[in-house]
T-cell receptor
Framework: ETGVTQSPTHLIKTRGQQVTLRCSSQSGHNTVSWYQQALGQGPQFIFQYYREEENGRGNFPPRFSGLQFPNYSSELNVNALELDDSALYLC??????????????FGPGTRLTVL | GDSVTQMEGPVTLSEEAFLTINCTYTATGYPSLFWYVQYPGEGLQLLLKATKADDKGSNKGFEATYRKETTSFHLEKGSVQVSDSAVYFCALSKNTGNQFYFGTGTSLTVIP
């Protein structure tokens, strides 16, 4: 069983640019969540996608947007990058039918640095 | 709002010492509670979970009990090993199941 994969591993951008991060969910998992983990902090929920629709959103501005594809893979897009967007971006997938006790399976993350 | 507070680190222990990492939560309703571990250079992995009051989650010698009366979910291990060195995150998930709230993490270093 292939786990959650993310690309790229590392990325360096400059302020004002746009970035797209990619995530392939674990086989059979139809729900994908994205988190931002700043250095020394816990992950902060950005949003979740279920069946290609946004299914919950944290306290992030609209310049953070996403997509989920029919194969359940997902993208996180961030426009007009700011220095504070520098962080580790984590993708997590959940298998269907697991309800409130659902385990989220995390990818290794993409380290984004904004200069 | 919903949140998780865990003890600040870093924590440094000698091998075979007893470990406690405190975690308390604030949430309406009946959340599920989790401990995740992040080893250096790796993603988060579920360590253990508990879905209702008085449940005890356990895995790899680690234990945590869901205490609704004290809104706590403290992580314990009787004898830590060097390989337990990692960052530990306490988290909760609400009944909608679509958002996890994480604590800030506690870094543990175990020295031989």
């Amino acid at each position: 069983e292939t786990g959650v994969t993310q690309s790229p591993t590392h990325l360096i951008k400059t302020r004002g640019q746009q970035v797209t991060l990619r995530c392939s969910s674990q086989s059979g998992h139809n729900t994908v969540s994205w988190y931002q983990q700043a250095l020394g902090q816990g992950p902060q929920f950005i949003f979740q996608y279920y069946r290609e629709e946004e299914n919950g959103r944290g306290n992030f501005p609209p310049r953070f947007s996403g997509l989920q594809f029919p194969n359940y893979s997902s993208e996180l897009n961030v426009n007009a990058l700011e220095l504070d967007d520098s962080a580790l971006y984590l993708c997590a997938s959940t298998k269907p039918g697991t309800g409130v006790s659902n385990e989220q399976f995390f990818g290794p993350g993409t380290r984004l640095t904004v200069l | 709002g919903d949140s998780v507070t865990q003890m600040e680190g870093p924590v440094t222990l000698s091998e075979e010492a007893f470990l406690t990492i405190n975690c308390t939560y604030t949430a309406t309703g009946y959340p599920s509670l989790f401990w995740y571990v992040q080893y250096p250079g790796e993603g988060l992995q579920l360590l253990l979970k508990a879905t209702k009051a008085d449940d005890k989650g356990s895995n790899k010698g680690f234990e945590a009990t869901y205490r609704k009366e004290t809104t706590s979910f403290h992580l314990e291990k009787g004898s830590v090993q060097v390989s337990d060195s990692a960052v530990y995150f306490c988290a909760l998930s609400k009944n909608t199941g679509n958002q996890f709230y994480f604590g800030t993490g506690t870094s543990l270093t175990v020295i031989p």
